[in-house]
């Protein structure tokens, strides 16, 4: 016996078992993500995603074997498509999307549908569902546990391996980052300064170290620092602010004489809350943020404290507007001890109240199609008036990936199948978009693609269009191995290009979008950089590829024509016991390739360096923020921790040095290390010793590590100056 499956993505899941000359459907899970409504509720501009295991006959896909009817039975305009290869098929809504009027509409899938071998479905199935025009908003408390008690529900009837229905968890060609850019103040005689190696130009991110130009504001050991940097002779700590012990600071924005610091705090258990009589859970942590009118800086006054549950995730600053996004996960597991317990999440705000209370339910909305059980919390305030209103929505079945331009929001959630019979189906991404309007953030729209996203850099805006580059991986199936996928959403979410099956076997390592060019870099055993180009969005093309040892994890952008990747170096062994099997991956130093793309057909690496041996690391690998560049100079410096290649065998490492390298990249000079900033003379590493980060104001440069700020000059790279944190 042999098993097909259809995937009814987001929405069912109908399993098909070949017996003799027929399919026949077994009984589907139809859902869409946890249910709070009578029937699945979809947003109504939904296309249905139907994958099949096998190829179908593109003669029975036809209106009459596969249509949307509303509740009073009249066929709905839809549109179908079918993929190359005969295994997808999509269903798209009319031209402006399911009308509203209906109650509801019923999807047909009839028993004419045949695959290429001339089998056919056994009956027909029918699936009906609701729409809504934007994300529906959770109505009550009670829908609320509803939503968990389902979950759980599910939770406990799933097997590890299954014999029914498995449920899906579902410009210019100029490169427009602004990485470090130079900033400058507004005076007559303007200061250069270093900002934060941000990803989108005018979209700051929050980061442990920023600088005016005249102070350093920094973190470290629970405490905020003011350093009074400029100039660097008279280099002077201002002022140390400590926080509470229950409070982690990670990230810092400052705007004029206002800053905010960011992190996770954590509160002592109580179960009693003034102003409720109902049963209310403990709060495991909260993201908060401290805002502070730092206009004197030996005396920062704090202005604010806000909060938001859950554990923090990201940060973007526009203009004096910041956005802070925490994820929290309550703990759904008490509703069987208590169904009344109140899941919602808690919001605190020192302005207004100094404990924490319950979101308003109607500030609860949730992604229709998600099977997560988590809050994604946006909180929006200005910088500008430290003291206005914070806004605060909440949704629910969200993620943790985050792209921002400076007019959307995206968010990306994973949606996990989950393995039947041995047989692991691959996850797809749902990617929300909001519009941002200075504090208010709107949802506009919701596209989904195959396959799962790295990191922010995966993602990208340009021109109208959302760019996404995922993995798409077949676990424990080397029949049908991972692939790499770039796809292209116009301004509403729908597809209207892609690059598919890319670098079959390997994953993605690293993404950069300049432009109208992509660059993308998998890695098994070699690392192929691709550079494609969506200057048609709907025929993206790829234009060459270059195979080299290593691989990047990190790119950034130097002009159009040049791209530098910052990873590791890695070597392939053969094992010496079994000459037959595939040769394995070691990893060796860290590895600065520069890339030349002048020949988009044709990519080369112009110049390499290998820092150190296997171990050697730096915050960079994982981090972008963890680079400076200075454009003018065409300096790069990272903080790192260098190991040498031990004698006692292929994993003994044996420790070097940290600190931090600097270096020039240039196409007319290619990689020269400029200088080596190293700390200290111990035998291994240590924290207090490690750079945080590097930053330039005129000509000096600053090293800041957990214990010191060290000052040099920009030109000859020697030591001015040097101070201690206490």
Request: aromatic share 10%; hydrophobic share 35%.
């Amino acid at each position: 016996m042999k098993r097909h499956s259809f995937i009814y993505s987001c929405v069912a899941v109908v399993a098909l078992v070949c017996f003799g000359l027929f399919f026949f459907f077994q009984k589907p899970s139809v859902s869409a993500g946890i249910p709070l409504y009578d029937r699945p509720v979809v947003l109504s501009n939904k296309s249905w995603d139907l994958q099949f295991s096998t190829s179908i006959d593109k003669d029975s896909v036809n209106n009459e074997n596969i249509y949307v009817t509303d509740n009073n039975g009249k066929k709905v305009p839809v549109t179908l498509e079918l993929s190359k290869d005969g295994k997808h098929l999509k269903i798209h809504p009319p031209k402006d999307g399911y009308s509203l009027d209906p109650k509801y509409f019923t999807l047909h899938l009839g028993s004419s549908i045949k695959s290429t071998w001339g089998l056919s479905i056994r009956g027909d199935k029918n699936i009906e569902f609701a729409v809504a025009p934007s994300l529906p908003t959770v109505k009550s408390e009670e829908h609320l546990r509803k939503y968990f008690l389902t979950a759980l529900k599910e939770e406990k009837n799933r097997p590890s391996i299954f014999t029914g229905m498995e449920e899906r968890s579902d410009s210019s060609g100029a490169p427009e980052s602004a990485n470090s850019a130079t900033l400058s103040q507004d005076k007559s005689t303007a200061t250069e300064f270093s900002g934060t190696n941000n990803q989108v130009q005018g979209v700051d991110e929050g980061d442990r170290v920023k600088t005016d130009g005249e102070y350093i504001y920094h973190m470290t050991d629970g405490k905020l620092i003011i350093t009074k940097a400029a100039p660097a002779k008279n280099l002077e700590i201002a002022s140390q602010t400590e926080f509470k012990q229950n409070f982690s600071p990670m990230h810092l924005f400052i705007h004029e004489n206002t800053l905010l610091v960011i992190g996770n705090s954590w509160e002592t258990p109580r179960d009693d809350y003034p102003g409720t009589k109902k049963m209310i859970m403990p709060i495991d942590g909260m993201t908060k943020g401290y805002i502070y009118d730092i206009s004197n800086k030996q005396k920062p006054k704090l202005l604010r404290e806000i909060g938001m549950e859950g554990h923090y995730v990201t940060s973007r600053m526009i203009d004096s507007q910041v956005y802070l996004i925490s994820n929290h996960y309550p703990n759904h597991l008490m509703l069987e001890q208590n169904e009344d317990i109140d899941l919602r999440p808690r919001i605190m705000d020192s302005l207004t109240n100094e404990e924490p209370t319950k979101l308003d339910i109607n500030k609860i909305k949730y992604m229709p199609q998600s099977q997560e059980k988590n809050f994604t919390m946006i909180a929006s305030l200005d910088l500008n008036k430290p003291k206005s209103e914070m806004h605060v929505e909440s949704y629910l079945g969200s993620g943790d990936q985050i792209y921002m331009s400076e007019d959307h929001l995206y968010i990306a959630v994973s949606k996990y199948f989950h393995e039947k019979n041995g047989e692991w189906i691959p996850p797809n991404t749902e990617v929300y978009k909001f519009n941002i309007d200075k504090l208010d953030v709107n949802f506009a729209s919701m596209g989904e693609v195959p396959g799962t996203v790295l990191n922010q850099f995966s993602m990208d805006e340009h021109d109208g269009h959302f760019r996404v580059a995922t993995t798409q991986e077949e676990m424990r199936n080397d029949d049908k191995p991972s692939a790499n996928n770039l796809y292209i959403l116009d301004k509403n979410m729908k597809q209207v290009g892609e690059v598919e099956n890319l670098a079959r076997g390997e994953r993605i390592y690293s993404v950069r979008f300049m432009g109208d060019r992509a660059y993308i870099v998998t890695f098994k055993q070699v690392d192929p950089l691709f550079v494609i180009d969506t200057a048609d969005p709907s025929n993206p093309k790829v234009l060459g590829e270059l195979k080299i040892p290593g691989f990047s994890t990190y790119l950034h952008p130097y002009d159009e024509n040049h791209i530098i990747g910052f990873g590791q170096d890695t070597k392939t062994v053969k094992d010496p016991n079994n000459g037959s099997k595939e040769p394995f991956v070691m990893r060796g130093g860290m590895k600065i390739s520069l890339f030349d793309i002048t020949d988009f057909n044709h990519p080369k690496e112009a110049d390499t360096e290998i820092i150190g041996g296997q171990g050697t690391h730096s915050e960079l690998l994982h981090n972008h923020k963890a680079l400076m560049h200075h454009p003018k100079k065409d300096l790069f410096a990272f903080p790192v921790s260098i190991y040498q290649d031990g004698k006692k065998g292929p994993f003994d490492q044996e420790f070097d040095s940290q600190g931090a390298l600097v270096y020039e990249i240039s196409p007319e000079k290619g990689i020269v290390q400029k200088a080596r900033l190293m700390n200290g003379e111990e035998k291994v590493e240590n924290w207090e010793n490690q750079i945080q980060r590097i930053l330039y104001i005129d000509d000096q440069l600053y090293t800041i590590s957990n214990n010191a700020v060290n000052a040099y000059d920009l030109n000859t790279f020697k030591s001015i100056e040097s101070i201690k944190i206490q």
